[in-house]
């Protein structure tokens, strides 16, 4: 008895941590997040934080939240920017919402930029995707290539070109390419 009671303690404390690689509420703090691990759940990040993954909602407070792959619910507080390396899939509300690669979903925010693939919508200030599926909404909106989609805006770019000729990059009020 006591050796099966003592085999099934050493075996919970060994496998506990795997069990928890993903933790439902992150709290974090420049260099710090408590607890470490991926996030399923609720993240709060202030001033500066940094993490893998979040699924769920992520507040980011005064400051810089950067995050690997995110899907779900971005929110920038206070002159919070929301910062995705590798992929957003979700909705981001933010000064600014910065994803480095690929996103899909819906950025509000002063600023928007996206360096690869963007499909969804972006509204704001200034808009910028690699490559446009879908619309951006703001006083300057800027794109490598619209694959299909449509920018409306004071000032609408795009790298190759408008609706009206290929040579023409920039277009008022409205492109479109379907």
Request: without cysteine; hydrophobic residues 40%.
């Amino acid at each position: 008895m006591k050796l099966t009671l003592a085999t099934v303690v050493l075996t919970t404390a060994i496998l506990s941590p795997m069990a928890m690689a993903e933790t439902p509420v992150q709290l974090s703090l420049p260099s710090v997040n408590l607890p470490a691990g991926n996030v399923s759940g609720a993240r709060l990040s202030v001033l500066y934080g940094q993490t893998s993954q979040v699924k769920g909602v992520n507040f980011s407070l005064l400051g810089l939240s950067t995050i690997d792959n995110f899907t779900g619910l971005n929110f920038g507080l206070a002159f919070g920017v929301n910062h995705t390396t590798s992929s957003m899939t979700g909705l981001e509300f933010g000064l600014a919402n910065w994803n480095n690669n690929t996103a899909k979903g819906a950025d509000f925010g002063l600023v928007n930029y996206t360096g690869d693939n963007f499909t969804g919508a972006q509204f704001g200030t200034f808009n910028y995707a690699g490559s446009l599926n879908g619309l951006q909404f703001g006083l300057v909106n800027a794109t490598d290539h619209i694959n299909k989609g449509v920018q409306i805006g004071l000032i609408n770019y795009d790298k190759s070109g408008t609706f009206v000729s290929k040579n023409l990059p920039i277009f008022p009020i409205i492109n479109a390419r379907f």
